[in-house]
């Protein structure tokens, strides 16, 4: 019998890796990324009064407010190609209040997965980091530097991604996470985020592998 579509959340520091993970994620599993930073980003763009008000809290590095983003995340999960592909939440959720209001809509994950990376690095990793408006790609001046000069000539950085405010984000992330960790430890699995991003894609994919074919083996158990 067909099995249901994988749903995947991932978590961890600010610039630990959540979005280059999630872009090899999905090219091999072919799940929906659904990034709540993304979300908030494209809510800002449409100049709407919640995109102005999220700017805000995002400016001082601070959790934007459940009221926006709980709606948000969940209509976009309740989408067809996620319910029908499975999804890949990226940075959801952020508090306990959050995990329960998605559970309370009866989203629940297979698998959680935690990016550690000590916090000496993830600063370079974010003051680094540039994105292509084209493509959408995550790019690292030093560990993942863009192909061509066309991409690097074009190149933009996230308001957000100052030392000043990364640190800002990492104290709001230290302030939450062992809250988001205790929902889901039976589901959990850590990965050493320190390495090279291929390395750390294998460790993922090994993992979602395993479980693959658990579930193929054990149907009965679903
Ligand atoms: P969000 O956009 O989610 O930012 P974040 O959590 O700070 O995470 P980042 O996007 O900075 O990093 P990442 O882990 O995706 O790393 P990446 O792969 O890009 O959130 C922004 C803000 O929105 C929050 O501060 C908050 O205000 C608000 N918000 C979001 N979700 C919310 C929620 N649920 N509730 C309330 N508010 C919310 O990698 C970073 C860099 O490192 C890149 O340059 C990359 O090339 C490089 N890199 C990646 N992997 C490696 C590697 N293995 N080795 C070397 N370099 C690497």
């Known amino acids: 019998a067909e099995q249901p579509p994988l749903k995947i959340m991932i978590s961890g520091a600010p ?57 948000m995340v969940k209509d976009r999960l309740s989408q067809t190609d996620s319910e029908k592909n499975g999804w890949l939440l990226d940075g959801y959720p952020r508090s306990s209040s959050q995990a329960t209001a998605l559970k309370g809509f009866g989203f629940q994950p ?7 990376v ?3 690095i993830l600063i370079e990793r974010v003051v680094g980091r540039r994105l292509d408006p084209v493509t959408g790609k995550i790019y690292h001046l030093k560990y993942s530097p863009p192909e061509t000069e066309e991409i690097a000539a074009r190149l933009t950085q996230r ?10 984000r990492l104290k709001t992330h230290n302030q939450n996470v062992s809250d988001v960790l205790s929902m889901y430890d039976d589901i959990t ?32 158990s679903l």
């Not at 979602?208 to 083996?217: D, E, W």
């Open 189 to 220: 699995i850590k990965i050493k985020g320190n390495r090279s991003k291929e390395e750390v894609f294998t460790q993922i994919d090994t993992a979602l592998s395993q479980m693959l074919q658990q579930r193929n083996t054990s149907p009965s």
């Open 118 to 120: 000590p916090e000496d």
């Open 15 to 71: 610039a630990s890796g959540k979005g280059t993970q999630c872009e090899l994620i999905t090219q091999k599993y072919g799940l929906v990324h659904i990034s709540a930073g993304d979300l908030l980003r494209a809510e800002i763009a449409s100049g709407s009064e919640n995109g102005k008000l999220a700017k805000e809290y995002m400016e001082k590095g601070q959790l934007v407010p459940d009221e926006i983003v709980v709606m």
């Open 159 to 168: 308001f957000d991604d100052t030392e000043e405010k990364a640190k800002l």
């Open 110 to 116: 297979d698998l959680f997965i935690v990016l550690e």
